[in-house]
């Protein structure tokens, strides 16, 4: 019996601890993708800024938080808007986490992680991707005003569906 056990057992809880392993590699891996597509959002955006004269947004880790949180409802609650499936507004949501500001906005976009992407071609790499959603929102006049306003700070969050469509939140903040 002790036999057997060791036969089923064993395996099995290799299998386990393997597929933990590969899990937390796949996160890990995600998580060092998401981290280079926000800084290159924020490079690109600060560039645009640069060109019109305005100063660099900071990164914001409150303003990430806040911009993830709503990619990742928008993924996971099925909706493509500024209100969020609670009906809450950028600014309703800052306040709920106790984020302070003295003026807000939110940028937000979709795009496929695929090789054929109408107007932006293969955007399966971080730089390709950043750039597909940053010339989106740049050629967007309420975007692009978010993007040269008179902020000082911006969060990126991102999150992807299952079937491999980034949903992108920008958070532009005054404290």
């Not at 099995?12 to 290159?40: G, N, R, T, Y």
């Not at 709920?96 to 054929?116: D, H």
């Not at 008179?150 to 949903?167: C, H, M, P, Q, R």
């Amino acid at each position: 019996m002790k036999v057997i056990l060791n036969k089923i057992f064993i395996p099995l809880l290799f299998f386990m601890v393997m597929s933990c392993a590969k899990d937390s590699e796949a996160q890990e891996i995600e998580k060092d993708l998401f981290k280079e597509i926000a800084e290159k959002i924020l490079a690109k955006t600060n560039d645009i800024r640069k060109s019109q004269g305005k100063t660099d947004l900071a990164q914001n880790d409150e303003m990430d938080i806040l911009a993830t949180l709503h990619s990742e409802n928008m993924v996971d609650f099925n909706f493509f808007a500024h209100v969020d499936h609670e009906d809450k507004s950028p600014s309703e949501r800052a306040n709920a986490l106790s984020f302070s500001w003295t003026s807000i906005a939110e940028n937000i976009g979709q795009v496929p992680w695929f090789e054929n992407v109408s107007s932006c071609g293969d955007t399966r790499s971080a730089e390709a991707i950043s750039n597909c959603v940053v010339e989106g929102w740049k050629n967007s006049p309420g975007h692009y005003t978010n993007m040269i306003g008179d902020y000082s700070e911006l969060g990126v969050g991102i999150a992807f569906t299952k079937d491999s469509i980034a949903f992108f939140t920008q958070v532009f903040r005054n404290p």
